[in-house]
Nanobody, 124 residues
Framework: QVQLVESGGGLVQAGGSLRLSCAASGRTFRSYAMAWYRQAPGKEREFVVA????????DYTDSVKGRFTISRDNAKNTVYLQMNSLKPEDTAVYYC?????????????????WGQGTQVTVSS
């Protein structure tokens, strides 16, 4: 069992930055690839970025490449999402997720555990 708790969301102006954190409980955290998803009002939840259990490889959706950076600290059981050059279209609830081992992370069905989400609002 892995429990995920996100923090760091908030209101920011376009062009600004936020850093999201996801604190995980459970000794098996470091065996999971981790991902961030987001869901805007009236839209489906979408994949943003994933990182392997070791942190050696990452995968970003095209719309955030060059602006967002995912990282993890297995000693602290924490995953981070640094978001720079934020745009109004980045406004959404951001969810931390643990990926089912051996499953490509790009689909909602690939997720074993979800956090409760944190709101990110980017004003124009």
């Amino acid at each position: 069992q892995v429990q995920l708790v996100e923090s760091g969301g908030g209101l920011v102006q376009a062009g600004g930055s936020l850093r999201l954190s996801c604190a995980a409980s459970g000794r098996t955290f470091r065996s999971y690839a981790m991902a961030w998803y987001r869901q805007a009002p009236g839209k489906e939840r979408e994949f943003v970025v994933a990182i392997t259990w070791s942190g050696s490889s990452t995968d970003y959706t095209d719309s955030v490449k060059g602006r967002f950076t995912i990282s993890r600290d297995n000693a602290k059981n924490t995953v981070y999402l640094q978001m720079n050059s934020l745009k109004p279209e980045d406004t959404a609830v951001y969810y931390c997720a643990a990926v089912i081992p051996g499953t490509p992370p790009g689909r909602v069905a690939a997720i074993h555990y979800w956090g409760q989400g944190t709101q990110v609002t980017v004003s124009s």
